[in-house]
Nanobody, 121 residues
Framework: QVRLVESGGGLVQAGGSLRLSCAASGSIFRINVMGWYRQAPGKLRESVASMISGGSTNYADSVKGRFTITRDNAKNTVYLQMNSLKPEDTAVYYC???????????????WGQGTQVTVSS
């Protein structure tokens, strides 16, 4: 099993910044993909940003140029730097990881517990 622990959410004014962190621990051979999703009230969960083990990144159009995902492979930790925050960024942010438990095993998806980000206007 793998545990994802998120931190860094909170309340910020529009235009401000926050940095989210997510640390993975447990039975990890390799983390293939690590990233962030968010879910606002009454909306579906959506992908925000992701990074594969080789370093390539992918961002939702709504956050490009404002959010940056980075990863510390040695610590199995992913970060999301969020700048120029807007009220529409308000949501619960979830960490997600695609993890292989051994060289030959299939990978599994894991989710963190979520951290609230609220941007006031």
């Amino acid at each position: 099993q793998v545990r994802l622990v998120e931190s860094g959410g909170g309340l910020v004014q529009a235009g401000g910044s926050l940095r989210l962190s997510c640390a993975a621990s447990g039975s990890i051979f390799r983390i293939n993909v690590m990233g962030w999703y968010r879910q606002a009230p009454g909306k579906l969960r959506e992908s925000v940003a992701s990074m594969i083990s080789g370093g390539s990144t992918n961002y939702a159009d709504s956050v490009k140029g404002r959010f940056t995902i980075t990863r510390d492979n040695a610590k199995n930790t992913v970060y999301l730097q969020m700048n120029s925050l807007k009220p529409e960024d308000t949501a619960v942010y979830y960490c997600n990881a695609n993890v292989a438990h051994s060289y030959s095993s299939a990978s599994s998806q894991y989710w963190g517990q979520g951290t609230q980000v609220t941007v006031s206007s």
